[in-house]
């Protein structure tokens, strides 16, 4: 019966905590004034490269992010922070 119980509130602890979570996600993506979402099958990483580029030319605040073999974040000032994979 005990096991039960604890079983129950370990379930709801794990649920509350993913609603947390997620809430506080869905609110800092809402406060981006724009999102731009590059999909395809080649090129994305170009075309992601340019977009922000082009946007920080226009004074425009960008972070960008490349995935992939050479996934990297392309900071504000156009610096770039390679992302270690897992090995």
């Known amino acids: 019966m005990y096991g039960i119980v604890i079983l129950g509130l370990t379930l709801l602890g794990v649920i509350m ?3 947390i979570e997620r809430r506080d996600y869905e609110r800092r993506l809402n406060k981006l004034k724009i999102r731009i979402y590059v999909n395809g099958i080649r090129g994305k990483s170009t075309v992601t490269r340019l ?9 425009i605040q960008t972070l960008a992010k490349t995935t992939g073999s050479a996934a990297m974040v392309i900071l504000p ?6 992302i270690e994979g897992r090995s």
């Open 17 to 19: 905590t993913w609603w």
């Open 51 to 59: 977009i922000a580029g082009v946007l920080r030319e226009a004074g």
């Open 77 to 82: 000032n156009g610096e770039e922070i390679r």
